[in-house]
């Protein structure tokens, strides 16, 4: 099966200039709302419209999968919590459920790998129980690794075409900052005491065990950093390939995404070298507390909207910061004109004194 992504068309540039150029008549000094004017700017870009149309389906997309790597230690939790936190998704347990109900959005899970049996509303795209140790052996096959991006891809387009407007995807697996971190530095041209982190809150011992392991599939990953499936398969999983065609096909539908933290950065990250220019697509919710975030955002020039030291994973950062994408769309819907409020802008003020300075030098050389 294809792997190719078509070209991916940038944010209107048009548009964006339209969108600045409304900002400048806003009743306000122009600038004075930071980067929430230039995050109104890029949403109009995207949608091709000035003023931008308020988000009327924000989705979250969670792909729940597990690692064989965390039976070498490197997380402080059992691998059979990523079942049973597919289970809590379900039933709206979750942070990023909480979150999403305050942001307006709805949350939806998909099994790609986990090392359990899930309801079959999950687990129709399911590619395989586990992923292998990616120590010593790869993680998927290299037609698991095809058939998870075809299903990442394949979601997209389904959420798109049910009318979603504003995609989030989030991220459910034991052990799998692991490899993420392997991902992110594999094509960074990071070290592993770079990119490695505490995950779920491991011990010295546990990070040790992490680094040496994330160290071990560093040296597999970068004999095929110039092959974007071939790094999923060798060093990453089902879930985190399917977020790789979920973000790229994203950018080919012209359908703004918000990422979240280390995972879907990694995923991001792989994304961006099958879809060049994908990254234009998408804006960072946060910055996790895990170092390879950081590199990756960096990589991608990323620059996060929040910075809260969250850590926890499921789209929840990015979904905390989904209420300023509201907020920015807002603004520059909302907010009165200088023109229709009967305000007086200053350089309408500095355009008046320039007049009557002329004026005044006029009649005193007559």
């Known amino acids: 099966m294809s792997t190719e992504f078509p070209p991916v068309e940038p944010p209107d540039e048009t548009v964006l200039r339209e969108a600045e150029a409304r900002h400048a008549v806003l009743t306000k ?33 969670v792909f729940a999968g597990d690692h064989g790597i965390t039976a070498q230690g490197v997380s402080a939790f059992p691998s059979e919590v990523t079942g049973q936190m597919v289970a809590n998704f379900l039933t709206g347990g979750a942070a990023v459920n909480v979150l999403a109900q305050v942001a307006g959005a709805t949350v939806r899970v998909v099994d790609m790998a986990v090392d359990a049996d899930t309801p079959a509303a999950v687990s129709q795209h399911k590619v395989r129980r586990s992923s292998g140790s990616i120590d010593h052996e790869d ?15 394949a979601l997209a387009d389904e959420e798109v075409d049910a009318g979603a407007d504003v995609l989030v995807a989030g991220d459910m697996g034991i052990g799998n900052t692991t490899p993420a971190a392997v991902l992110i530095a594999s094509l960074t041209g990071s070290e592993p005491v770079a990119v490695v982190g505490r995950g779920t809150g491991i011990d010295d011992q546990a990070w040790m065990r992490k680094t040496a392991a994330i160290r071990d599939a560093l040296r597999r990953a970068r004999l095929v950093i110039s092959d974007p499936v071939a790094l999923l398969a ?21 359908t703004p995404v918000v990422l979240d933290g280390v995972v879907v950065g990694a995923a991001a990250v792989v994304a961006e070298e099958m879809a060049p220019g994908a990254r234009e697509w998408w804006v ?3 910055e996790s507390a895990e170092p390879a975030h950081a590199i990756a955002l960096g990589h991608l020039n990323l620059k996060p909207l929040l910075e809260f030291g969250m850590r926890l994973g499921e789209g929840s950062g990015a979904v905390a910061a989904l209420p300023l994408l509201i907020s920015a769309v807002k603004v520059l819907a909302e907010m009165a004109t200088f023109e229709s409020a009967g305000v007086t ?3 309408d003020t500095t355009a008046e004194n320039t007049t009557q300075e002329n004026t005044a030098r006029e009649n005193t050389a007559e």
Do not use: Y
């Not at 929430?36 to 989705?59: D, M």
């Open 139 to 153: 993680a998927l096959t290299r037609e698991q690794c095809e058939l998870a991006i075809a299903a990442g891809r």
């Open 234 to 254: 060798t060093a990453g999983g089902a879930d985190i390939a399917a977020m790789a065609g979920f973000l790229a096909q994203a950018a080919v539908r012209k």
């Open 345 to 347: 802008n200053r350089e």
């Open 29 to 61: 000094p122009v600038g004075s709302l930071g980067r929430l004017e230039e995050l109104g700017n890029w949403i109009a870009a995207c949608q091709g419209s000035v003023p931008p149309k308020p988000f009327v389906r924000p989705r979250v997309v």
């Open 284 to 286: 960072a919710g946060h």
